[in-house]
Antibody, heavy 119, light 107 residues
Framework: EVQLVESGGGLVQPGGSLRLSCAAS????????MDWVRQAPGKGLEWVGR??????????EYAASVKGRFIISSDASKNSLYLQMNNLKTEDTAVYYC??????????WGQGTLVTVSS | DIQLTQSPSSLSAFVGDRVTITCRAS??????LAWFQQKPGKAPNLLIY???TLQSGVPSRFSGSSSGTEFTLTISSLQPEDSATYYC?????????FGQGTRLEIK
């Protein structure tokens, strides 16, 4: 059974950094496409970025709003996906979800982790 | 970027009603459109992908269709548990984008 569990959220000051984790079970992260999606309080869904696993050479894509500040990576030994967030802004405050595909994109989602950027 | 415009932004309907939500793309996206349902405090749930393919486990009262750049989610007979916010999403090109959402309330 596919399961995704996010962790690492919390309160951080503007300009700070935070790393989110998405622990996967039921499939191998390095062989799959995985996405990060966020949702600001009371707002809609915003795609953050994508990790393309093997055989697509572990490449990534990012939304313009986070490009150059956020980095998506994976650790095969932990079967996990990460979102390194640097130079955080107040507008990055959101619940962050990871999602993956088995048959189609965004088929499975984690429960989300809340990131609050505030002084 | 491809913009997705959903209509209406909110609606209210009775149990048993037929409900339609529309999503219009700013440019052609072939069949690269999905629909999600989200309930408060929960992650989104995939309903439809490839414009009209019903996700496994989703009730058959949900259906999707398309005509050019206009996509439609239809609930054939509204149930109380369908109260939620619905989002369309295009995955035809990067960046992946979502519509602004449609809040559906049961009268």
């Amino acid at each position: 059974e596919v399961q995704l569990v996010e962790s690492g959220g919390g309160l951080v000051q503007p300009g700070g950094s935070l790393r989110l984790s998405c622990a996967a079970s039921g499939f191998t992260v390095s062989d799959h496409y995985m996405d990060w999606v966020r949702q600001a309080p009371g707002k809609g869904l915003e795609w953050v970025g994508r990790f393309r696993g093997n055989p697509d050479s572990y490449t990534t894509e990012y939304a313009a709003s986070v490009k150059g500040r956020f980095i998506i990576s994976s650790d095969a030994s932990k079967n996990s996906l990460y979102l390194q967030m640097n130079n955080l802004k107040t507008e990055d405050t959101a619940v962050y979800y990871c999602a993956t595909r088995v048959v189609t994109d965004f088929e499975y989602w984690g429960q989300g982790t809340l990131v609050t950027v505030s002084s | 970027d491809i913009q997705l415009t959903q209509s209406p932004s909110s609606l209210s309907a009775f149990v048993g009603d037929r409900v339609t939500i529309t999503c219009r793309a700013s440019q052609g996206i072939a069949s690269g459109l999905a629909w999600f349902q989200q309930k408060p405090g929960k992650a989104p749930n995939l309903l439809i992908y490839a414009a009209s393919t019903l996700q496994s486990g989703v009730p058959s009262r949900f259906s999707g269709s398309s005509s050019g750049t206009e996509f439609t989610l239809t609930i054939s007979s509204l149930q109380p548990e369908d109260s939620a916010t619905y989002y369309c999403q295009q995955r035809n090109s990067y960046p992946i984008t979502f519509g602004q959402g449609t809040r559906l309330e049961i009268k």
